[in-house]
């Protein structure tokens, strides 16, 4: 990803992720070209270049702005139970769902949790501050991604239910599922 320069240079990236996302739900992200960003963004591919390397560098983009919008999901400090972490991860999710689908479609989703796992040391320190209780960074790095995994490919799952259950239901159920197998 380029450096972020002017409020202009701004407003023409913002159009190029719309002109993105907007094409995806016309067709297979693997077919879109950046003339097709371009053009759909009515802007040059020059303006394209000059925003992003590539148009994979668009959506590495729009994935981190989404982490960090999910980070704010938090209040700094709070300690939070393992039920409201995932009642507010489904939460979050759910107003997205027809993104995570056309991601699915895509097979773009992994893509979104590689994201996901860079911001996970930040969420944790943000809003635990149980660092100690670690014996090294490397168990909290190892417990991070083990929690960040299961709730991935549960909501990998929960993606495609046909009577999805709600982020209270899927906190509950995952609660249930925990304290089965502990």
């Excluded at 303006?47 to 999910?70: G, I, P, Q, W």
């Excluded at 709070?78 to 939460?91: K, L, N, P, T, V």
């Excluded at 773009?108 to 670690?134: A, G, I, M, T």
Aim: with cysteine; glycine share 4%.
């Amino acid at each position: 990803m380029k450096e972020k320069r002017n409020p202009l240079a701004e407003q023409s990236r913002k159009w190029l992720t719309e002109a993105l996302l907007t094409l995806m739900k016309e067709k297979d992200y693997s077919e879109i070209t950046v003339t097709e960003i371009a053009e759909r963004a009515l802007l040059s591919r020059r303006t394209f270049y000059r925003a992003f390397s590539a148009k994979e560098d668009v959506l590495k983009e729009y994935f981190h702005n989404m982490c960090k919008e999910y980070v704010g999901s938090f209040e700094r400090g709070r300690d939070y139970s393992i039920g409201e972490i995932a009642e507010i991860f489904f939460g979050f999710w759910e107003e997205r769902i027809d993104f995570l689908i056309l991601l699915q479609k895509n097979h773009l989703f992994y893509y979104l949790l590689e994201e996901f796992n860079k911001v996970l040391p930040s969420l944790h320190n943000y809003v635990r501050s149980d660092q100690e209780e670690y014996g090294s960074p490397m168990e909290l790095k190892i417990a991070l991604l083990a929690s960040a995994g299961a709730l991935w490919n549960i909501l990998a799952e929960w993606i495609n239910m046909e009577n999805r259950p709600g982020p209270k239901e899927m906190s509950f159920i995952l609660i249930k599922g925990i304290e089965r197998n502990t």
